[in-house]
Nanobody
Framework: QVQLIESGGGLVQAGGSLRLSCAAS????????MGWFRQAPGKEREFVAA????????YYADSVRGRFTISRDNAKNTVYLQMNSLKPEDTAVYYC????????????????WGQGTQVTVSS
């Protein structure tokens, strides 16, 4: 079992930055791909970014590439999402997820989910 707890969300003006953190319990954190997804009101959950077990490979949705950076610290059982140049359309609840995945942007392949953290970007 892996428990995930996100933090770092909040209200920010367009163009600003936020850093999300996701702390994981358990001793198998480094065994999992980690992903960030988001869900805006009235929309389906969508892939944002993912990172491989050792952190050497990262993947991004086209909508955030070049603005967001995913990273992980396996010694601290934590994954991060640095979000820069935020836009109002980035407003959503952001979730971190862990899994043994073949398709990194498929939410169904992630086994464990956090409770989510709200990010609101004002124009």
């Amino acid at each position: 079992q892996v428990q995930l707890i996100e933090s770092g969300g909040g209200l920010v003006q367009a163009g600003g930055s936020l850093r999300l953190s996701c702390a994981a319990s358990g001793r198998t954190f480094s065994s999992y791909y980690m992903g960030w997804f988001r869900q805006a009101p009235g929309k389906e959950r969508e892939f944002v970014a993912a990172i491989s077990r050792g952190g050497g490979s990262t993947y991004y949705a086209d909508s955030v590439r070049g603005r967001f950076t995913i990273s992980r610290d396996n010694a601290k059982n934590t994954v991060y999402l640095q979000m820069n140049s935020l836009k109002p359309e980035d407003t959503a609840v952001y979730y971190c997820a862990a899994g043994v995945v073949a398709s990194r942007d498929n939410s169904e392949e992630y086994n464990y989910w956090g409770q989510g953290t709200q990010v609101t970007v004002s124009s």
